[in-house]
């Protein structure tokens, strides 16, 4: 692998990331409705030559994988972008501002795709050279929580014969020219808990005649964060969170039943399967206690994104190469997640951050804000980034 040709041939497609990007941005679609993207997309990979093109997935016409093989029987490795918009009104006045009101690539998938796109048109160019197989998946659905595209994608068979997967994520908290890396867990799992409370409604006025499932319900939130504060090792890094509280129709009523539901964060696995038996024991101890039902669900959705060790090492040489060392950042855990995860599940796998954050030129909005705005600066050193870890990785593999 020489770090000057690919950085000559980024330079020459650097323009194209840059429409690409704009293009994405201006057309954004939804979750698993990602049809233009795909096709977009399609239409690139078949003209630069790649194989076993596949577009659509989950019964859909979203989603895209394909094929580029130097080597005949070596070593595969996997590039992932997202490609999936938000359901958010977009604040940014730009001539390639989204055209579909209440949509928008509010975290920067567009920019995914486009470095992919990217590196599409690098490894087209050194073909011959490639010391095995890249595959390229660019994948819907991040966004849609429960249904998982990454889940979905595994389930179809993306990751048949593949030794290892990579990745990255623009990073608008990270300053621009940095590059964000972590061994092991570096974005925490996602979950969904709900809890039915089931009293015996009445009259505001004849509470002892009723059982009030209000009361249950706001024991509940409250001594259910005595999970995280009293029962977690405070060095684990857990979030317990309740999002929505459903209880009652008039002051005068005691309602027959109350409904919570929030989410569950943690980097750690074992705290992950762990909680939603004690989240159980603490609702049925509740309910026992204030004559109430209680039923607890605990709904998996991303699991914890764990980097493999070795590939971040790998990474690590090869970005302090291309970028040089100064610009490496090792990060803290974050909160967030990401359904990169599931591919993790199965092979080893690396997620890095770019960073974009630039106050100067607005880049650093949060990620899901309508503010967000991407830092088209950045772009190609993405692209050389994962251009240059997939080869070196099947070079040595």
């Known amino acids: 692998m020489d770090i000057e040709i690919i950085r000559s041939l980024v330079k020459d497609v650097e323009g194209k990331i840059i429409d690409y990007r704009r293009d994405f941005h201006a057309h954004p679609e939804l979750s698993w409705k990602e ?16 194989e076993n093109i596949r577009r659509g997935f989950d019964s859909t016409g979203t989603g895209v994988t394909a094929d ?18 938000l359901p958010v009104d977009e604040a940014v006045d730009e001539p390639w501002r989204s055209s579909c009101a209440g949509v928008m690539h509010a ?11 990217g590196v599409a048109h690098v490894l087209a160019k050194i073909k011959d050279s490639i010391p095995g197989t890249v595959r390229l998946i660019f994948q819907p659905g991040e966004e849609s929580g429960i249904h998982s595209g990454a889940k ?24 621009a020219g940095k590059v964000g890396f972590r061994k092991g867990p570096i974005l925490a799992s996602a979950d969904i808990w709900e809890i039915e409370v089931k009293g015996k409604g009445g009259h505001g006025s004849r509470p002892h005649e009723a059982v009030d499932p209000s009361i249950a319900a706001a024991t509940l939130i409250t001594t259910a964060q005595t999970i995280v504060s009293r029962e977690v090792d405070p060095r684990e890094a857990v979030v317990f969170s309740v999002g929505k509280i459903d209880c009652g129709t008039a002051p005068n009523i005691i309602p027959e039943k ?30 026992a206690a204030l004559r109430c039902d209680v039923k607890v669900d605990f709904i998996p959705v991303y699991p914890v994104t764990v980097n493999d060790g070795d590939l971040v090492d790998l990474f690590v040489e090869v970005a302090g190469d291309l970028v040089g060392k100064d610009a490496l950042e090792e990060m803290s855990i974050e909160m967030g997640s990401e359904d990169f995860s599931f591919y993790q599940q199965k092979i080893p796998g690396v997620l890095f ?24 600066d950045v772009l190609a050193d993405g692209t050389a980034l994962l251009t240059a870890l997939a080869l070196s990785f099947l070079d040595r593999a």
């Open 353 to 376: 951050f770019l960073g974009m954050g630039d106050p100067v030129k607005g880049t650093d909005a949060q990620h899901h804000s309508p503010d967000f705005k991407t830092n088209e």
């Open 68 to 85: 580029i093989t130097g080597k005949a029987n070596g070593p595969v490795i996997a590039i992932r972008a997202d490609i999936d918009a």
């Open 258 to 287: 109350a409904r919570l539901a929030g989410n569950l964060r943690t980097t750690s696995p074992v705290i992950r399967d762990d909680i939603p038996g004690r989240l159980k024991r603490i609702g049925e101890g509740i309910g």
């Open 35 to 50: 049809e233009r993207t795909s096709k977009v997309i399609e239409s690139v990979l078949s003209g630069l030559g790649f």
């Open 152 to 175: 979905q994608l595994v389930s179809e068979g993306v990751l048949d014969g593949v030794d290892a997967i990579c990745g990255l994520h623009v990073w608008a908290t990270l300053e």
């Open 107 to 117: 975290c920067g998938h567009d920019a995914h795709a486009a470095i992919l796109l």
